[in-house]
């Protein structure tokens, strides 16, 4: 099955600064690659995703990268704020599979102001 | 209007007591998911049903049974709790694949 790694665990960056969270999957067949955050008391929320025909995908200031040889993608958040802070998951799945997400074990980022 | 709604959101018993976890969703999606959260906050799969047909069981011990009375509802039945099953419960849906859409959390604490 699907084995996702996630790093760091945890990151603390000063605000405006950038934060990057990789993560590495085993299965070549995995062909979906969401991210989500998941603020204090509440449940993990998409803020974003890329499929395996795209390399790159950007939203404001949240990008991600997916690079299909080496088997690992990227959060990228530019210009970071205190509201960012939150535990963020990256997850990979290969929608043959009954649309089974496994997810990685999640960063923790601080956004210190 | 809560997409994905769970009840309860705390829920503090006993070992060996029996249990459940309710969840509706209200956006017409075919696939639900109950996902279990421990305390260092790991996010792992129990089951998923499509259209009210188990398609997921992971290894979940059997004191844990899921029952989904219609698409849009899917429960989760705890039998004689014990410690280690003190963690966040989530419930989700989606239509098939793409984004998961997750409720708001269940915190079972077993005493």
């Known amino acids: 099955g699907e084995n996702v790694e996630q790093h760091p665990s945890t990151l603390s960056v000063q605000e405006g600064d950038s934060a990057v969270i990789k993560c590495t999957y085993s299965?070549?067949?995995?062909?979906?690659f969401p991210w989500y955050k998941q603020e204090l008391g509440k449940g993990p929320q998409l803020i974003i995703d890329?499929?395996?025909?795209?390399g790159e995908k950007k939203d404001q200031r949240i990008a991600v990268t997916l690079n299909k040889t080496a088997k690992h993608f990227s959060l990228h958040i530019t210009e970071t704020q205190p509201e960012d802070s939150a535990v963020y998951f990256c997850?990979?799945?290969?929608?043959?599979?009954?649309?089974?997400?496994?997810f990685g074990d999640g960063t923790t980022l601080t956004v210190k102001p | 209007d809560t997409a994905v709604s769970q009840t309860p959101k705390y829920l503090v018993t006993q070992m060996g007591n029996d249990k459940s976890i309710k969840c509706e969703q209200n956006?017409?999606?075919?696939?639900m998911y109950w996902y279990k959260q421990d305390s260092k906050k790991f996010l792992k799969i129990m089951f998923s049903?499509?259209?009210?047909?188990?398609?997921i069981n992971e290894t979940v011990p059997n004191r844990f049974s899921p029952k989904s009375p219609d698409k849009a509802h899917l429960n989760l039945h705890i039998n004689s709790l014990e410690l280690g099953d003190s963690a966040v419960y989530f419930c989700?849906?989606?239509?098939?694949?793409?984004?998961?859409?997750f409720g708001e959390g269940s915190r079972l604490t077993v005493l």
């Open positions: 997850a990979g799945e290969d929608n043959t599979n009954a649309g089974k997400s496994t």
């Open positions: 890329i499929r395996s025909n795209v």
């Open positions: 989700a849906s989606r239509q098939f694949t793409g984004e998961l859409f």
């Open positions: 299965d070549s067949a995995s062909n979906y």
């Open positions: 956006l017409g999606h075919d696939t």
């Open positions: 049903y499509n259209n009210k047909e188990l398609i």
